[in-house]
Structure formats: C-alpha cells, structure tokens
C-alpha cells in the first residue's frame, strides 16, 4: 500500500445537513490524517448535494467526492455499499470512518465483508502508532489503533489491521469532539457519476414513506445531567433524581444497568452502548462506574459522585465524592440548592 492514500470519512447525510457525528469523525480525521501525512476526503451520497462541501470544508477536508442521484436518497443498503465497494477498490483509502448510526452499523460490515478489510466497530479512541508481530517479528508503522472496551467492559483492546486495506471503524456520536478546522479551509470537489458506481439492479430495494420520530429528550447538549445508576434502588427513588434536576434545571441520564433494570428510559442511557455526553456539571447518583459508563461521561467539566460505597470505581475520576444514600443527600441537595440561590 502506498503511503499517500488517503483517509476518508462517510459522511450521512439528513434534511440537506451533514450528520453531527460526521463531522465529529471529520475533525477526528483531520487529526490522524495530520500524523499519517495524507488527504483528508469526505464522501457523501444522496440526492441535492449543492453546495455541501460548504458544510464539510470548514472540518479541514481537502477533498469531497460527491454522488448525486434522486435515487441514492433516502439511504437504502445495496446502492450505497456499492458505491463504498467500487470507489475503494479504485482509490484504495488507507482508513475510513464511519459514524455508529443505524446506517453505519449496516454499510460498514457489507463494504468491510466486500473488501476483506476487517473492521472495529464502538471505538471510544482512535491514534496512530506502530506495531510489532508477536508471532513474525514484523513490524508495520503509521496503523490506526482502534481503541474499545472489550470483555463485557473488563478491558480495552486496541485493535490493528495490520495487512488489509481500508482500516474501518465506526465511531458512536459524541465520543469525538466536532471542531471547526479553520473557516476559510478550501476542499477541491470530484463529483461521480452514480452510474459508474452503481448497477440499476442495486436499486431493488424502494422507501414509499418514512416516518421518523424525533427523541424527547435532549441529553446531549444538556449542560447539567443528574445520572442515576443501579444503585439508585427503584423507580420511585428516580423521581428524586428528576427532582433534583427540576431544581437545577437538568436533563436526567442513567446507566445501562439502571435501564436494564427499569428504572429509566433507553434514550437516557449514557455510555458505550448509549449516549456520550460532555455537559458542565455531571453529578452520578449511585453509579459504580463501569467502564463503559465512563467512556460516555469522563469529558465532563465537573463530575460530582453521590454513592453509598466510598470505594466505587467512578469515584476516582470524580472531583468531588459525597458519600451517602441518596434517599438523604437529594434532598439536602435540593434544599440547599433552593436556600443558596435566592
């Protein structure tokens, strides 16, 4: 593989905007692409793409294939993966990203499968680095080092390809950080011609009617969250996790075990295997802190951990740590909180 291959982003597209997590993976590839010395290119396939590079040249891209047909939008699984398939085989990127959506979860394997490539999905971290063969002694430099929890969260594992070609790896929204590169950043634009790429046969598949719905809860951009984790004991016990929140005016989040359990709803669940959240002040109310938690929280400003057991994991990565049952710390909180800012 030649060293000035490139590194490519599938960027989704929705309602005429480039999706927030690929212009996280964007800014995130900008970064790698800087350390491997190469292009950084953006993909993005679907139907009115005038003027798109204006969303996606700001991130650092230098350059934005486009292929545009009235076809290629909504998403459908054959056209798309055969325009990833075909256009890979003849640019042959060194690394692509993609976002861990449900369309990234679906293309990813199918384009990885197609090209032999291998392909990581979930990484909460991604970097550049060498890597030596235990078994060959061979030594390769400038992999991706594809970075996740593994084992039911008992360890992370970092993940090299050392051979195959594209490196793959699907990245949830919000684990990396959407930055702009530089306003005035020029990208050059190649559009495709769809037919080249994709057989009219790959169009099997037609949407008559979508409906989407919007989620409720905005936990995302909340600045303050009140979590509450398994250790909150029920669902009655929530409502003084929304309490508390009323009172701050929080959005509540929760952990997997917490919504396991029943206690809250899916959409907030925050961690690996829910929603990465960066707010100003994130208080934990009776969670342990299992590493996929963590990998969904740890950027927070401030961390505040309520919990009974002075020993929990998450309690050393909190800047500050009450120890206590949260049936008598919530509502002094609140108290206080109500006394202290009339």
Known sequence: MADQNNLIVYCEFEDGKVADVSLELLTKGRQLANQLGCKLEALVIGDNLKDIEKQLAPYGVDLVYKVEDKRLYPYTSNPHAAILINLFKEIKPQVCLMGATCIGRDLGPRVSSALHSGLTADCTSLEIGDHKD??????????????????????????????????????????????????????????????????????????????????????????????????VGSKENFDLLYKLADTLGAEVGASRAAVDAGFAEHERQIGQTGVTVRPKLYIACGISGQIQHIAGMQESSIIISVNNDPEAPINTIADYVITGDIEEVLPKLIKYYKKNSK
């Open 134 to 231: 235990p078994k060959t002694g061979k030594e390769y430099e400038n992999l991706l080092m594809q970075i996740r929890p593994a084992f039911g969260g008992n360890i992370v594992a970092t993940i090299v390809n050392p051979e195959c070609r594209p490196q793959m790896a699907t990245v949830r929204e919000g684990v990396m950080k959407k930055e702009i590169f530089d306003e005035n950043h020029k990208a050059e634009v190649i559009d495709l011609d769809p037919k080249k790429y994709v057989a009219d046969t790959d169009f099997v598949v037609e949407i008559i009617d979508r409906a989407i719905e919007k989620s409720k809860v905005n936990i995302k951009n909340a600045p303050i969250i009140v979590a509450g984790g398994y250790g």
